[in-house]
């Protein structure tokens, strides 16, 4: 167990599994405590909850929330929203592969804590950075809708996606950030390209996140097109078409037709095939 000290000097917890179990100890940054309760996950005989965090305005106890958390957890204030109140960020890995860590943000709005969440996202989930070094923090993850969806996890290169909090909200904030998803779109076409020289294997996963990167760069109908010379026709990865109750009602005919529906739905493209990167707005 140890307080971390990073170059934003926030105050931080991390517990990983040489935490030992540990009560009543408090994190704070002006108004904002938070006072935590921790079970090594060995010490449980299910996955109860073990992770216990009582958060206080001003010295008064406002409210207490449990998770659970395997192997890692991390518990930091930080002003996300540059209002000069610290927001208690809890991130808590769950176990299990390519699902598995939350982010919950509690923010004080004046009268109460309210909460916003991730939901359990691949890896570590969040990370926290200031990308532009304006001294506002962005939220940086991977898409999960590409996860799997057009060929295995070591394939999927999902695009990354970049939110920022305010008033309580994530707002996607990814289309204003040109210059990096450029940069990960040229890096997922050069790795498909040796990819297939190396090993003569053409990856639909790759071109679906390559194909959602250019959208936001206005380079969507380049893209297109070495999707279309380029995309393996024979595979059935992401070919099945499931109703509402996750039954397979059907199969598109192609990749390029199951591609573009799935970027519809997804928001990278509108019903009409044109790009929606900047009006993808919010994931609350």
Avoid: K
Avoid at 121 to 129: A, E, I, N
């Amino acid at each position: 167990m140890g307080l971390a000290a990073p170059a934003e000097a926030v105050p931080q917890l991390n517990i990983n599994s040489d935490t030992s179990s540990f009560e009543n100890l408090e994190l704070n940054e002006g108004d904002i405590t938070v006072s935590i309760d921790y079970t090594h996950y060995s010490q449980i005989t299910a996955e109860n909850d073990n992770l216990l965090y009582e958060l206080s305005y001003q010295g008064e106890s406002q409210t207490t929330v449990t998770a659970f958390a395997f192997i890692f957890a991390n518990v930091q204030l930080r002003d996300l929203d540059s209002d000069g109140t610290s927001e208690v960020i809890v991130q808590n890995y769950s176990g299990g592969a390519h699902c598995c860590t939350n982010t919950t943000i509690h923010r004080w709005n004046g009268t109460q804590f309210t909460t916003v969440e991730t939901g359990f996202l691949d890896g570590l989930g969040v990370t926290l950075d200031d990308l532009d070094n304006n001294g506002q923090t962005e939220l940086l993850l991977a898409d999960q809708a590409f996860l799997y969806r057009f060929g295995s996890y070591i394939e999927s290169f999902p695009p990354e996606v970049i939110l920022t909090y305010q008033a309580g909200e994530l707002i996607d904030i990814t289309h204003q950030f040109p210059e990096r998803i450029q940069a990960q779109a040229q890096t997922v076409q050069e790795t498909f390209l040796a990819v297939r020289a190396e090993h003569d294997f053409r990856s639909n996963a790759m071109l679906a996140s390559y194909v959602a990167l250019s959208s936001q760069v206005g380079e969507l109908d380049a893209a297109w097109q070495f999707m279309l010379d380029n995309h393996d026709p024979d595979t059935g990865w992401g070919m099945s078409i499931y109703d509402e109750t996750g039954e397979v009602v059907g199969t598109h005919p192609d990749f390029p037709t199951a591609l573009r529906l799935f970027l519809i739905e997804t928001g990278y493209l509108s019903e009409t095939g044109q790009p929606l990167r900047a009006n993808r707005q919010s994931r609350d």
